[in-house]
């Protein structure tokens, strides 16, 4: 029987999700100061809201995946010619007649330079970042509905209006 402050609870009671297990604070900056070690990385930014709407499922607090500045990029680069690329950016189709042909030629450079470790660590950070063991952490650090652009100096934060 489910019990309550040591009272039966009776009824039915829907099925609720466990919260995400919190890792060490001490995990999140490690992590990002990997990223940040990365030969060519500047910043790294990310976004971190709750939804106003998610299909009528719990709005509860997530992140973005990371995106990083580069000193070889543009400041227009990357989808949102903010200066920042994503996993996505950093690829280069590659030769071939179909799509999966391209997808599999693909280099990971930006002005003609390799972009391959940057690619690999940016991953590997946003593992870390969207896995939700951090998400208490950096709501509690940066707020909700906030753009977090990180450096080795500090971090710049801005409301994030969100559709």
């Known amino acids: 029987m489910t019990q309550a402050f040591g009272r039966p609870i009776n009824g039915e009671i829907s099925p609720t999700t466990p919260p995400t297990p919190q890792a060490p604070e001490a995990q999140f900056i490690e992590a990002l100061d990997r990223l940040l070690d990365v030969e060519g990385v500047t910043s790294v930014r990310w976004e971190g809201y709750t939804p106003y709407f998610n299909d009528g499922d719990a709005c509860e607090y997530g992140v973005n995946e990371a995106s990083v500045s580069l000193d070889f990029g543009d400041e227009e680069g990357g989808e949102m010619d903010d200066g920042f690329y994503s996993e996505w950016d950093l690829y280069e189709f590659g030769e071939g007649d179909t799509w999966e042909e391209r997808y599999r030629n693909r280099t990971h450079t930006v002005n003609g330079k390799d972009a ?14 969207t896995g939700g063991q951090h998400n208490e952490l950096l709501k509690r650090l940066f707020g909700d509905h906030a753009q977090v652009t990180a450096t080795r100096e500090g971090f710049d934060v801005e409301f994030y209006d969100h559709e």
């Open 116 to 129: 391959a470790h940057v690619s690999k660590a940016l991953k590997e950070f946003n593992k870390t970042l």
